[in-house]
């Protein structure tokens, strides 16, 4: 008995110093853990700007002031974010530089690591500018955001969020610090710089209409626009269709995160309003372009007028419809006209059935849009621009015009004087 005991006691001192050794070599050491991960994300910033390859250069590249410390990039799913951030880092550091630094917020490390921590880590490491993807998906993130500006004066932060996130003066964290740029999908200017290899800059709206012919005549030297206008209407705004991937079933796809993600995870909604908005989306894209029956929309969807229009904002907000209003009207009033964002979200939601007119004011809207305040126009055009330049979409132009309407004709390759040809608009950035 006394020789058991003894070993017995033997066994449990031995497997409690084997329990601490275990412990001590394969539980990780939080003091040590921020360090590995930086080296860890550090080689996988390098190896994205290594195979990266050759981005289309977006003009917002060109718009942004770099000198500001705090940069938010917004923009609708799949318009390219990550792309441009990292094509900001490739352009100006090396990838092995170790002052900018790339991280998405997708990774499950920073759900258990602050990160003001990690990027006092980066800061003490050298680190100059951090690249922050998807802030959204980390909680209280303006916060966050707000406490590293403070912290670590002389670090610069640019992060993507989606255009559903609240910022600057929608944020009083981030108001008077922070400052934000809108990130959209392929112009037709940028599509033809892809496809046809040519290098056509942006011209401002007053460029276009005073000086279309010139214009016209020096991008057909370059190609012949029209041969690429209709394949950009069908699948040229996301710059995804540059993948070798089915175009439509990615839109899809990239239209059902946008609800599931971008609107009920940012909005905090429940998920049984998941199928509603669905729902009220495609009876949108069904429908006429004109003013939504509120009343109708509610009964088909079975909830209330007011819920419709909350949704119908949030949809707006993801950019996967246009509420477009009377001049001096704004929401919560119902908007004159209600059209999808842009024309591949058209073919994608309603393939085969897209009313070609509709077509052509939906891609003009979307490209004036992006620079103009865009109205409802009365009896003699569609649209208002900047609460004055009126504009009249139609194939034929009538023969008595009015001289304070200018033409955007359909099919014309070149225009006439205050006749403009429609895909000129698609220049404007």
């Given at each position: ?6 070993l017995s006691l033997v066994l449990c001192i031995f497997s409690f110093l084997l329990y601490l ?285 007011t819920t419709i229009m909350n949704y119908m904002k949030f ?115």
């Open positions: 008995p006394v020789v058991f005991i003894f050794c275990l412990r001590y070599l394969y539980v990780p050491n939080t003091q040590t853990q921020p360090t590995s991960m930086l080296e860890t994300l550090f080689r996988t910033h390098q190896y994205l700007l290594e195979h990266m390859g050759e981005p289309v250069r977006r003009s917002l590249m060109d718009e942004i002031n770099w000198r500001d410390r705090l940069i938010g990039i917004k923009g609708s799913r799949g318009v390219g974010k990550t792309t441009f951030l990292l094509q900001y880092a490739k352009e100006n550091f090396s990838p092995k530089d170790r002052r900018c630094l790339y991280v998405n917020m997708n990774n499950f490390f920073f759900q258990t690591y602050s990160l003001v921590k990690f990027a006092g880590e980066f800061y003490k490491a050298g680190g100059q500018v951090l690249l922050i993807d998807q802030i959204f998906k980390l909680s209280a993130w303006s916060h966050v955001l707000h406490e590293c500006y403070e912290k670590f004066p002389m670090l610069k932060i640019v992060f993507t969020g989606s255009t559903v996130m609240r910022l600057k003066d929608e944020n009083p964290e981030l108001n008077g610090i922070c400052r934000s740029y809108s990130l959209k999908g392929f112009s037709f200017r940028e599509y033809l710089n892809i496809k046809a290899g040519t290098n056509i800059k942006p011209y401002t709206l007053r460029e276009l209409v005073n000086r279309h012919e010139r214009i016209a005549k020096e991008v057909c030297q370059q190609c012949n626009p029209l041969e690429h206008f209709q394949a950009y209407l069908h699948h040229g705004y996301y710059p995804f269709f540059l993948d070798k991937r089915n175009f439509s079933e990615n839109l899809l796809k990239v239209m059902n995160m946008m609800i599931e993600v971008d609107i009920l995870l940012i909005n905090q909604m429940e998920q049984k309003n998941l199928n509603r908005i669905k729902k009220l989306l495609y009876l949108l894209a069904t429908g006429s372009t004109g003013a939504p029956n509120v009343s109708q929309l509610a009964s088909e969807v079975q909830t209330s007028r949809l707006s907000d993801a950019r996967l419809v246009n509420m477009i209003y009377r001049k001096g009207d704004e929401f919560p009033k119902k908007p004159a006209r209600l059209m999808l964002h842009n024309t591949n979200l058209m073919h994608g939601l309603t393939p085969g059935r897209v009313n070609r007119l509709d077509m052509m004011e939906t891609f003009f809207q979307n490209a004036v849009s992006s620079k103009h305040r865009v109205n409802v126009g009365d009896r003699s055009c569609n649209f208002i621009l900047d609460g004055k330049a009126r504009f009249r979409i139609q194939d034929e132009v009538p023969k008595r015009k009015s001289t304070e309407v200018i033409y955007v004709c359909t099919d014309r390759q070149v225009g006439d004087g205050a006749e403009v040809p429609l895909w000129m608009f698609g220049l404007i950035y």
